[in-house]
């Protein structure tokens, strides 16, 4: 993959929960060659989501092999990225003991209030920064500890998916400041593991890896790595980061204030902050992001795609007919959706979201349901309550004037322009639309060409390697209005839907 005279090149590898993605960026940012790997998870019941480390490692080797079959390059330096949370337990050989737990797995709730109490009583809940829930690393090692106790006792070291790929490729145990913040073991102020929380948790440090900077280069691909991957032996791996400090990365989110925003799949919104932030809203997660600086997160906790749902369960035989079409039912939802007035004719669409534990917060609900709502209603009624129920988490993030504008805009939503409008509208801030997915790939491999010097700062990828959004969605006023309008309508019918509830 190296050789004089070729296009140098850095490479981004995502470790993603359904596949592994590699992503090969020139100097000059042009995408050279993009490889995938499906490896669905091993996921036995419903809360559980595990998987085998080998095949990740598999994964690995044969996007590699692909990439390299695909183009030939002067390969500089190599990034990896995968989703926060997970783990895997090794033991003191380096070889896992278990199935590694993945970030989505929602098995610990005990050990998630376990948590909660042991924190507020050693008076470090409120500097966390964020909750740490069933997902939490931390609630995941408790688990092990009360329900494989065997195999909690052979565990030495405990990686994050994407640092046990780079630890088997280099030899070195390292993580970066992005997914170290994600495990609630953190001191956010200082960057590194904090002492007291540890403390309060009943682990020790020696169990977890060093926390480097995302673009710091942490080790070199080893003669055993070469060998078994095709990397070239001697190439520099940086610590790489978290799939939403890479995705924002790759989104160009460098700006004091710069926001990114994502709606289907999943929902919420980010804001960098370049100074360390202070007190926040309780549901505001903090979290270090790939530069040096700091993200402020809010997120909707769906429990299932509302929009998949519809088209699923409420009109089956039509969803059918639009796959026999060659159309995704989603996207023909969302079609449909363009022909429904603004406010869906006053139907309200309450979205059902989960607790910090894993657990049904609340149910959804429509409100206003009559004789006359069609199927276009009902589809503009998700889209305007998924968008006013994030709106309602990103004035959080408003309130201290957080949020610049225009605010970037990724997922489906980004590629529909009813959606785009409605979601200007209910944030009150013009909306630059992106495209149709976060690409934390691309982010880990702009980390790689910083911390190897293809680019000179995190400024100079940004420029080279960041397509531009697509024209800015200007907010309508009278859309704006109609909308604030509904605010009270909504805010009594969530009431109500509580009251139910108890």
């Not at 004089?4 to 050279?32: K, M, P, Q, W």
Request: glycine fraction near 12%; include cysteine; hydrophobic fraction near 50%.
């Amino acid at each position: 993959m190296a050789s004089a005279g070729r296009v140098r090149a850095s490479l981004g590898i995502e470790v993603g929960r359904l596949r592994t993605t590699g992503v090969l960026l020139a100097g000059d940012g042009r995408e050279l060659a993009r490889s995938v790997a499906e490896h669905p998870p091993l996921q036995p019941r419903g809360a559980l989501c595990e998987q085998d480390p080998a095949v990740l490692w598999a994964a690995l080797q044969q996007v590699v092999a692909r990439l390299k079959a695909s183009v030939e390059v002067d390969l500089v330096g190599l990034g990896l990225t995968g989703e926060a949370g997970g783990l895997v337990f090794l033991d003191r050989v380096g070889a896992p003991v278990r199935p590694a737990i993945l970030g989505a797995d929602r098995r610990a709730v005990e050990e998630a209030r376990e948590i909660g109490r042991r924190l507020a009583e050693a008076g470090l809940a409120a500097g966390l920064g964020r909750r740490l829930g069933a997902c939490s690393p931390a609630a995941k090692i408790l688990w092990l500890a009360a329900n494989e106790p065997e195999t909690a006792q052979r565990v030495a070291t405990v990686l994050a998916p994407k640092d046990h790929l780079s630890w088997r490729l280099t030899g070195e145990r390292a993580t970066d400041a992005s997914e170290a913040s994600a495990t609630g073991f953190l001191d956010l102020g200082t960057r590194r593991w904090s002492g007291p929380l540890l403390e309060a948790l009943g682990l020790s440090a020696d169990l977890l890896p060093e926390v480097f900077e995302c673009a710091d280069v942490t080790g070199r691909v080893s003669v055993a790595g070469a060998a078994e991957t095709g990397l070239p032996e001697g190439l520099p791996v940086v610590a790489g980061g978290s799939a939403l400090a890479c995705g924002a990365l790759a989104a160009g989110l460098i700006g004091e204030g710069a926001g990114l925003a994502w709606l289907e799949p999943g929902a919420g919104l980010v804001v960098r902050s370049a100074e360390a932030p202070g007190e926040a809203d309780e549901a505001v997660e903090l979290l270090c992001e790939a530069t040096g600086g700091w993200h402020l997160s809010v997120a909707l906790p769906l429990t299932t795609s509302p929009l998949a749902w519809l088209a699923r369960e409420l009109a089956p035989e039509w969803a059918s007919a639009a796959r026999a079409a060659g159309l995704e039912p989603e996207a023909a939802l969302l079609g449909e959706a363009a022909n429904a007035p603004p406010g869906s004719g006053g139907l309200l669409f309450l979205p059902a979201l989960e607790g910090t534990a894993g657990q049904p917060d609340t149910v959804g609900a429509w409100i206003g349901l009559g004789p006359d709502v069609g199927r276009a209603d009902l589809a503009r009624s998700v889209l305007e309550g998924l968008g006013a129920a994030l709106a309602e988490r990103a004035a959080r993030l408003r309130r201290p004037a957080l949020l610049g504008e225009p605010v970037r805009l990724v997922g489906r939503a980004a590629t529909d322009a009813t959606w785009r409008e409605l979601l200007a509208a209910l944030f009150g801030v013009p909306i630059a639309p992106l495209g149709s997915r976060l690409d934390p790939a691309r982010g880990a491999a702009m980390l790689a060409g910083i911390g190897v010097g293809l680019w000179a700062d995190p400024a100079e990828a940004v420029a080279r390697a960041v397509p531009p959004p697509g024209p800015t969605v200007p907010v309508d006023p009278l859309l704006q209005r109609l909308y604030r309008t509904h605010e009270v309508r909504r805010a009594r019918a969530a009431a109500l839907l509580a009251a139910l509830e108890e």
